[in-house]
Nanobody
């Protein structure tokens, strides 16, 4: 089995920073890509950022210049550094990974979600 475990959410003031982490565990052969999505109250889930095993990144326009995604391939971990946070960044953030297990086809996995609240 595969698990994605997120950490790092919380309450932060506007213009503050938070760092999210997501570690994948299990019988993993390859992960590509890894990324973060978010769902704000009353809104559909949206992509925040993704990163390939080669380091290619993709960001939502709303977070470009403020958020940075990175990954440690040896640890099967993806990070999201969030700076200059705004109240509209408030959402549940979900880790996402497309994973290949030995003997299985590629499959998509989701973390349980971590709450990020930006408020004064």
């Amino acid at each position: 089995q595969v698990q994605l475990v997120e950490s790092g959410g919380g309450l932060v003031q506007p213009e503050g920073s938070l760092r999210l982490s997501c570690a994948a565990s299990g019988s993993i052969f390859r992960i590509d890509p890894m990324g973060w999505y978010r769902r704000a109250p009353g809104k559909p889930r949206e992509l925040v950022a993704t990163i390939t095993s080669g380091g290619n990144t993709n960001y939502a326009d709303s977070v470009k210049g403020r958020f940075t995604i990175s990954r440690d391939n040896a640890k099967n971990t993806v990070y999201l550094q969030m700076n200059s946070l705004k109240p509209e960044d408030t959402a549940v953030y979900y880790c996402n990974a497309r994973i290949l297990r030995l003997g299985y086809a590629w499959a998509e996995y989701w973390g349980q979600g971590t709450q990020v609240t930006v408020s004064s």
